[in-house]
């Protein structure tokens, strides 16, 4: 199996999201929220780069979750981002912590992937604890397949374990998204498209793997 790169990243909310302390983290929502979206990277970590066509992933990963954030609003349901904007750094822990704080159903770490060999790119969702993080990361990779590799040279990566800090510290069901690979000449063309209408497909399918499973 080939062994993708991971870098494990940072999120968004309408406001400077709060530093998590010791005692856990304050909820950048009012009320708490449903669902909490977290952007990959952010801050010091750009993330997975594609220099030919300008890309990190860590503003893809925000892009991607302020669509999904709108699709899921937009259906009623109260969603929080842990990072706002390019200059929030947190550690992998913090975001589950919010997640926590929040009182969340469901958490979402949204990331994009990248590998030596350029040929590959598939979708795979990572869950942290077998049991209903298991199940969400299957309820959401099977929408990620569904609504993105047809007419694509995206296949499916399926599920896989991975002890991430953020997943492990979610008390709720919790899934890592890889939605694609940045280091796919291919698919980084789509992502650069300036209509976004990649990312939109990404942030659709995200969306309705959240709300299949809620």
């Known amino acids: 199996m080939l062994v993708a790169l991971l870098v494990v990243g940072l ?11 010791d ?13 909490v979206l977290d952007p990959g990277h952010g801050g010091v970590d750009p993330g997975a780069l594609n220099p030919t066509y300008g890309l990190a992933e860590a503003d893809l990963n925000l892009a991607i979750a ?6 899921l609003r937009a259906g009623g349901r109260t969603v929080a981002l842990t990072r706002a904007d390019g200059l929030t750094t947190l550690g ?9 704080a929040c009182g969340a159903e ?48 995206l296949t499916d990566g ?8 953020a997943l492990l510290r979610a008390a709720m ?13 291919a698919e980084a063309a789509r992502l650069a498209d300036p209509s976004g209408a990649r990312l939109d497909q990404i942030a659709r399918a995200v ?7 809620l």
């Open 173 to 185: 069901p919790a899934v890592l998204v890889e939605a694609a690979f940045l280091t796919n000449p």
């Open 66 to 71: 302020e669509r999904v954030a709108a699709i």
């Open 23 to 35: 005692d856990g983290a304050v909820c950048p929502t009012a009320g708490g929220a449903v669902v």
């Open 92 to 100: 992998n822990s913090e975001r589950g912590a919010i997640a926590n």
């Open 106 to 153: 469901v958490f979402v770490s949204i990331h994009l992937n990248s590998f030596t060999s350029p040929e590959v790119n598939y979708a795979k969702s990572f869950w942290g604890r077998a049991g209903k993080d298991s199940a969400f990361a299957g309820a959401v990779q099977a929408a990620l397949t569904a609504g993105l590799a047809p007419g694509t040279d």
């Open 158 to 165: 399926g599920t896989e374990q991975f002890e991430s800090g």
């Open 207 to 213: 969306a309705a793997g959240v709300e299949g499973w």
């Open 11 to 21: 999120a968004t909310v309408l406001v400077a999201p709060p530093r998590p302390g």
